[in-house]
């Protein structure tokens, strides 16, 4: 078990095992201590808590992950670093390994893991450093409802690391260019923090770009209806699909009749004039929430 975890630790692991980071898997392994405890802080973890991690790669965050938390579950996709990870975690009771796809991952099992009886089972949290090509993705499996299917239980407190850029997507307010049908996903289901950002130098191999941390805190969304909230994400395609057009033809293409389009923008209170954009993840609610589901 690697207990303290230094950069040269980290690095002689690596090199024991001879890992070389798949760049089509978008793998950059952390190697400052300083970061990890920072992302691990962040989590606010009880010693009652469930963590799941997604991408540990080396184990950086996952060796404190487990000296805090009741239960931590590591996915990884890659077999070639399990080895690895099985050796800066040996002897850590409370690590669970899974060599899996998370996008496959049955999330609901992470929860799970290590409950014990309702009074202690401590919270569901998750926690990663995301390659760009599956952020959106890992984002709509935690959050999102499946088509025709149950919300998912989102986790209490979810914290990812992510290039800058993406982060700055992620928060963006409406009216800006960042703003995007993930800036809707992401703030509607959850209230999102940009807690700091991440130099490419602590890294191996170094990334062409820097990192942001995330913090995602799920909102109360008990009061809405879930039909109406699929309704709003068919809205937020078809509107950031054509964003440089008007609501009244970006909208359209959603499948929805023009007149009841129009009718729930009126009753809501927007301008069929103004592009997808400017609306707050609010904004789309009040037009589905109107509009009746086609036949």
């Known amino acids: 078990m690697i207990e303290t975890y230094k950069k040269t630790e980290l690095e002689k692991l690596i090199r024991a095992h001879r890992l070389r980071p798949s760049k089509f898997l978008g793998q950059n392994f952390l190697t400052d201590r300083n970061i990890a405890e920072k992302i691990v802080r962040s989590l ?27 239960r931590v579950t590591a996915v990884e996709l890659d077999r070639r670093i399990m080895p690895a990870l099985r050796e800066a975690t040996e002897g850590l009771p409370a690590i669970g390994l899974v060599n899996e796809d998370f996008l496959k991952f049955d999330v609901s099992a992470g929860q799970a893991a290590g409950e014990g009886t309702a009074q202690n089972a ?7 450093n995301l390659p760009y090509y599956i952020t959106t993705a890992i984002i709509a ?9 149950l919300a998912p239980s989102p986790p209490a407190l979810a914290v990812f690391m992510v290039q800058k850029e993406v982060a700055e997507r992620l928060i963006s307010p409406p009216g800006k260019k960042t703003y995007g049908a993930i800036s809707v996903l992401v703030q509607y289901y959850t209230e999102a923090e940009l ?12 990334p062409g770009v820097d990192s942001a941390v995330i913090r995602l805190t799920p909102r ?3 009061a809405d209806d879930p039909e109406a909230s699929a309704r709003m994400f ?6 950031f699909d054509m964003r440089r057009k008007t609501l009244r033809n970006s909208f359209a293409s959603a499948g929805f009749s ?3 389009l129009l009718a729930a ?8 004039i103004r592009r997808a954009e400017t609306l707050s993840p609010r904004d789309f609610y009040a037009v589905a929430k109107n509009i009746p589901a086609p036949e």
């Open 141 to 149: 499996k935690l959050y999102e409802p499946p088509k025709g299917g």
């Open 220 to 222: 109360d969304l008990s």
């Open 234 to 239: 068919r809205l937020v395609r078809a509107g």
């Open 258 to 260: 023009e007149a009841a």
């Open 195 to 206: 807690l700091f950002e991440v130099s490419r130098e602590v890294f191996t191999p170094k």
């Open 44 to 70: 606010n973890i009880a010693p009652e808590d469930r963590v799941v991690e997604i991408g540990p790669g080396a184990g950086a965050l996952t060796v404190l992950l487990a000296q805090l938390a009741g």
């Open 122 to 128: 401590g919270a569901f949290k998750i926690v990663g």
């Open 265 to 272: 923008l009126e009753t809501a209170g927007i301008d069929p």
